[in-house]
Nanobody
């Protein structure tokens, strides 16, 4: 079992910045990906960005150039720096941990943190 504790989020004006953090604990996988997804009202949950334990990052097209994901493997934490925020970024943001075993992939989710961008 992996537990995820998120921090950050809140209310910001358009053009502003926020930083999200997520700390993982428990029975970790040596090969894993940590990242963020978001879900706006009436929409499906979508990928924001994720980063592998080897440091390879992937971003949604809508966040490229504005958001930066990073991780500290020693502390099992992942951070999402969000700049130039837009009202369309308003959503609940969920931390995700995906552990990869020999024949299995397991997903764990944080409780979610609200990000609201006012125009």
């Amino acid at each position: 079992q992996v537990e995820l504790v998120e921090s950050g989020g809140g209310l910001v004006q358009a053009g502003g910045s926020l930083r999200l953090s997520c700390a993982a604990s428990g029975s970790m996988f040596s090969i894993n990906t940590m990242g963020w997804y978001r879900q706006a009202p009436g929409k499906q949950r979508e990928l924001v960005a994720h980063i592998t334990s080897g440091g390879m990052a992937n971003y949604a097209d809508s966040t490229k150039g504005r958001f930066t994901i990073s991780r500290d493997n020693a502390k099992s934490t992942v951070h999402l720096q969000m700049n130039s925020l837009e009202p369309e970024d308003t959503a609940v943001y969920y931390c995700n941990y995906r552990g990869s075993g020999r024949r299995v992939e397991v997903d764990y989710w944080g409780q979610g943190t609200q990000v609201t961008v006012s125009s």
